[in-house]
């Protein structure tokens, strides 16, 4: 391990500017998608005061307001808009969750961030790889042998994570 300089490193307000840039780009998402011009409105309203103060509960609202939007806008639910919104919300909450515990007049060293962004890329390759999975599910109705089948690998997910908490307890 390299010692780490105390001067060196970005101010603690770029996570915050990061929130703001970030809630923008979910604004035009959400634009893209037909959200009408005031409920973006509130929606930037909503991004600065998380970008002001990230441990609040306007974190909660910017984050889960884009996919009420959504449900009022209508559409398919796999759409690119939806997939976006999906890796910019989870990096809203990431970003207003370090933002929180830094301080504003802190140094932040972006090394310290590469685990923390390792985990959001495995995070959204998961995400990612399962909606892949969804698109390639036929539509309509179901056959009984395939929710059979769906059901007794639920059982079997079910009855291994039963074995493996006997074993840790």
């Known amino acids: ?13 770029v ?3 990061a929130i703001a840039v970030v809630g923008l780009a979910v604004t035009a998402v959400l ?35 884009p996919p009420v939007a959504l449900v009022f806008v209508g559409g398919h639910p796999l759409r690119p808009g939806v997939l976006a919104l999906v890796v910019l919300l989870h990096l809203l ?38 909606a892949a999975v969804v698109l390639l599910l036929p539509d309509g109705r179901t056959s009984a042998v395939v929710e059979v089948i769906g059901l007794l690998c639920a059982v079997g997910l079910v009855a291994g994570a039963v074995v493996l908490l006997r074993r840790g307890g």
Do not use: D, K, N
Not at 1 to 13: F, H, I, L, N, Q
């Open 1 to 13: 391990m390299t010692a780490v300089e105390p001067g060196r490193g970005r101010p603690g307000w």
């Open 15 to 17: 996570l915050r500017a």
């Open 31 to 65: 634009h893209l998608e037909g959200v009408t011009l005031a409920p973006l409105a509130l929606y930037v309203a909503l991004v600065g005061v998380s970008a002001a103060i990230p441990a609040s509960a306007a974190v909660a609202l910017l984050i889960a307001y």
């Open 93 to 130: 909450h990431v970003l207003c969750a370090y933002a929180a515990l830094i301080p504003v007049r802190s140094r932040l060293h972006l090394s310290a961030l590469r685990r923390p962004a390792l985990r959001f890329l495995a995070v959204q390759a998961g995400v990612l790889l399962l």
